[in-house]
């Protein structure tokens, strides 16, 4: 498995955060930031897994606290609170 953290905020906001998380370098491959994600008309931040081009759909699962973040994969989510 691969473990990437995917934010509707910038990158530079995550990088300190995940390099803060990931110390060893071998724990977080990669982040997936607000560039990656799509606006809704209403302005929300929509992940779409689409993006992630070397895995399937069936091979991604999102844990997100906002339903909404992973709305068009609703079947990959795990919500949290």
Not at 36 to 49: A, P, Q, V, Y
Not at 69 to 77: H, K, P, V, W, Y
Request: net charge neutral; proline share 2%.
């Amino acid at each position: 498995y691969e473990i990437y953290i995917f934010t509707a905020s910038t990158e530079d906001y995550a990088r300190p955060i995940v390099e803060f998380l990931n110390m060893k370098k071998k724990t977080i491959q990669g982040i997936l930031s607000r560039s990656n994600c799509l606006e809704t008309s209403h302005g929300f931040k929509i992940k779409d897994l689409r993006v992630i081009k070397n895995r399937g759909l069936e091979d991604i699962i999102i844990v997100d606290n906002l339903v909404h973040s992973f709305g068009l994969q609703l079947d990959n989510g795990i919500p949290i609170l």
